[in-house]
Nanobody, 125 residues
Framework: QVQLVESGGGLVQAGDSLRLSCARSGLTVSTYTMGWFRQAPGKEREFVGAITWGYSTYYGVSVKGRFTISRDNAKNTVYLQMNSLKPEDTAVYYC???????????????????WGQGTQVTVSS
């Protein structure tokens, strides 16, 4: 059974940093691309970024230069380092897994097979 479990969310102030983790079980992580998405109340789920099994990374426009994705296959964990947080970064953050590695496919939620339950990030001004 595949499980993705996010952790590390919380309440921070604007300008702070936060690191989210996504622990995986039940899948061979080295052959999956791992993505991060977020969803704010009343909005659609937004692509944050992804890291392929080849360690290539891609980011959404709104977070590029502030967020960094990394992975540790030995620990079966993917990380989302978030710096210079803004109130508009407030959302539930999800990690997800896909077999795709094509850049044009990575922002699409329908391309991901497995999803975590999400972790709340709240940034106060």
């Amino acid at each position: 059974q595949v499980q993705l479990v996010e952790s590390g969310g919380g309440l921070v102030q604007a300008g702070d940093s936060l690191r989210l983790s996504c622990a995986r079980s039940g899948l061979t992580v080295s052959t999956y691309t791992m993505g991060w998405f977020r969803q704010a109340p009343g909005k659609e789920r937004e692509f944050v970024g992804a890291i392929t099994w080849g360690y290539s990374t891609y980011y959404g426009v709104s977070v590029k230069g502030r967020f960094t994705i990394s992975r540790d296959n030995a620990k079966n964990t993917v990380y989302l380092q978030m710096n210079s947080l803004k109130p508009e970064d407030t959302a539930v953050y999800y990690c997800a897994a896909t077999r795709s590695f094509a850049m044009r496919e990575l922002p699409g939620t329908s391309n991901y097979y497995y999803w975590g339950q999400g972790t709340q990030v709240t940034v106060s001004s």
